[in-house]
């Protein structure tokens, strides 16, 4: 049985924001699957009461004072922009013409 | 001899009695980069001009004042997944090809206050995702122990660049194993903090939950310094712990008389060559005779940590890779009509294949109808392999085994079949799935090629797993074989 088809990999490219080709997709979809169908004996475990652990250390809420600063400068930001124009970073259009 | 022979302490003597100024420790680097990188392949980008204009002004600053910290003037290698300020930092990552930060990472800044230099930056597998460096987009290191064979990975030009010689000692990161097996598969001694010991700011996020920067050194007292340097709590990294940072290398007292050493069975089972297995078994033997104890013990849910690794680590890359969008900064694909091609061609065409696997394993883990499955799932067994470290460290004080199943393999061996390769951390990635500091440290050789030592501690113990380890690196000469390169 196969965990991942080729279409559910096509699917996950988009979300991921990845255009892949169909040689890449069925390529992916054999790894994945078999990634995937490793991964599944987690399932011979019984976690029925066990909690989650998303994070090791015993802390929660870290705060800091809310302090006004000074964010980074704008030419500092723009260093690294691909385009930029007028001290905006500049993309294709996004609304129709 | 190299000067890179001495320790710390030693070079900071030479360089107090003026025997030796830090223009001579900088020009070794360069001299050794100059000599030997074309083989080994380390380096990604040096700072040449400005670590000899620094070398010269702390020349003249040790003639006026004579006081200074140990690091000061101490050549280091940067991994290149840890921002440098106006230094390219890639990732080994044709997305980050021109990257300049605008910033330094807390370790950098924390190391620039103790004036060490920063010769370059360092290889590694894309966005620290591998085992052997050869996800690099620029370079494939080499081992100085057999130019054939893999550094390890993900930090292998870390490891790779102190074993040949090219630096003093370096940092890494490790998620699942990337600085210890590199430090393993090279004969140099690698440490990964407890989570939270060393700020993550700076750190470019692979998994946040498992990331930790940690020192790759010749030396165990060596490496105690250089973690003393970078610890501590951060303002800029809300999971930097708030715990008192004590003076590690003042843990180095020789003695473990009395130390209670577990070693569980699972990491001498199955899968382990026979020579590693051997070489552990005559390490504890080392150990006993100084007057330490072990026993075999059970981390029942070791087999199961591989799956639920991959699982969360890709399940965290994927949203932290989100950030790679050809908008703000890094590469911009020319082949763009609209915004959505912008996003889908700059990262197709920035990433390599094996940060599409994972980015594209961790979204389907978190996607609708999946996550309860596989992305739960793999944090509640998160749970249960955390429980079997607690359950052992209750009786004893350290963990021992080996830091991977085998020596280094050939360049190639495992780079068609993922899960090949994925099976080379499975003795280092119960470690960061736990949080717990580890070290790897050189326990003989394998034909001719290096095995590592793995010292398990408890969370914030790392001055016990530097005791052990130095207990047993000065009862035994490995430390002191190096590469023929």
Known sequence: MTRISNEQVKHVANLARLAITDVEAEKFTKQLDAIITFAEQLNELDTENVEPTYHVLDMKNVFREDIKQAGLPREEVLKNAPEHQDGQIKVPAIIGE | MSLFDYKVSDLHELLHKKEIKVADLVDE????????????????????????????????????????????????????????????????SKILENFNPIYDATVVQKLQQQETVTIGKLNMDEFAMGSSNENSYYQKTRNPWDLERVPGGSSGGSAASVAAGEVLFSLGSDTGGSIRQPAAFCGVVGLKPTYGRVSRFGLVAFASSLDQIGPITRSVEDNAYLLQAISGLDQMDSTSANIDVPNFVSALTGDVKGLKIAVPKEYLGEGVDESVRQSVLEALKVLEKQGAAWEEVSLPHSKYALAAYYLLSSSEASANLARFDGVRYGYRTPNAENLLELYKNSRSEGFGDEVKRRIMLGTFALSSGYYDAYYKKAQQVRTLIKKDFENVFEKYDVIVGPTTPTRAFKIGENIDNPLTMYANDILTIPVNLAGVPAISVPCGLDNGMPLGLQIIGKHFDEETIYRVAHVYEQATDYHKQKPGI
Request: hydrophobic share 35%; glycine share 4%.
């Open chain 2, 29 to 92: 680097s360069y001299k050794r980069i100059a000599q030997v990188d074309n083989k080994v392949q380390a380096f990604l980008t040096l700072d040449e001009e400005k670590a000899r204009q620094t070398a010269n002004t702390l020349d003249e600053k040790l003639t006026a004042d004579s006081s200074t910290g140990l690091l000061f003037g101490m050549p280091i290698g940067i991994k290149d997944n840890i921002v440098t300020k106006d230094l390219r930092t890639t990732c080994a």
